[in-house]
């Protein structure tokens, strides 16, 4: 099984900041199935980045993702308020699928 | 546009079958898989389970055997039952599909009380 661990847990950052998040994985994850997803209170979540890198249909270009193995991280660039939501990592390369735990990232 | 929305019951007695179905509509359930993914109050996401076209069904051991996934593609539908419920079970559950879970239903709560 995969264990997928997110760090920071919270993160809180002002309106045109950067904020970068990271997902460590237990064992190597390949590339094509490492997805970023965001989770706005009281909604579903929304498949922000696919492949590690392709931005999914809709999603700003400032959202970005990379990484490779066991690291991957999503950075959001000069954020704006309606980033404020959780951020989850996921693979589905081996089943369980997995999530990681969050990261809680709060605009100030 | 694609759309999924489950359907089923908001209360479950403990020990008994939780059951769900979700309707899929405006994209073909030929592609990739069809998921369902569990959310407890205040906490994170859980990968239940998913289902493939052809049947094809993996489920996650932490919950013991006791999930089952079914399509049936000519209704536009696939569907989750999960046994021998208990309290730990309550949760939001959301289906998904798409070959990155790309889309998702807005989510049920499912309690279980007795």
């Known amino acids: 099984e995969v264990i997928l661990t997110q760090s920071p847990g919270t993160l809180s950052l002002s309106p045109g900041e950067r904020a970068t998040l990271f997902c460590r994985a237990s064992?190597?994850?390949?590339?094509?199935?490492l997805a970023w997803f965001q989770q706005r209170p009281g909604q579903a979540p929304r498949l922000l980045i696919y492949?590690?890198?392709h931005r999914a249909t809709g999603v700003p270009d400032r959202f970005s993702g990379s990484g490779s193995g066991t690291d991957f991280t999503l950075t959001v660039s000069e954020l704006e308020p309606e980033d404020s939501a959780v951020y989850y990592c996921?693979?589905?390369?081996?089943?369980?699928?997995?999530f990681g735990q969050g990261t809680k990232l709060e605009i100030k | 546009q694609v759309q999924l929305q489950e359907s089923g019951p908001g209360l479950v007695k403990p020990s008994e079958t939780l059951s769900l179905t979700c309707t899929v509509s405006?994209?073909?359930?030929?592609?990739?898989?069809w998921s369902w993914i569990r959310q407890p109050p205040g906490k994170g996401l859980e990968w239940i389970g998913h289902?493939?076209?052809?049947?094809?069904?993996s489920s996650n051991p932490s919950l013991w055997g006791r999930v089952t996934v079914s399509i049936d593609a000519s209704k536009m539908q696939f569907s989750l039952k999960l046994t021998s419920v208990t309290a730990a079970d309550t949760a939001v559950y959301f289906c998904?599909?798409?070959?990155?879970?790309?889309?998702w239903s807005q989510g049920t709560l499912v309690t279980v009380s007795s």
């Open positions: 998904a599909g798409g070959w990155a879970s790309d889309y």
């Open positions: 289902i493939y076209y052809g049947g094809s069904m």
């Open positions: 996921h693979q589905h390369g081996s089943t369980p699928y997995s």
């Open positions: 405006g994209i073909s359930m030929n592609t990739d898989s």
């Open positions: 064992q190597s994850v390949s590339i094509s199935y």
């Open positions: 492949r590690t890198s």
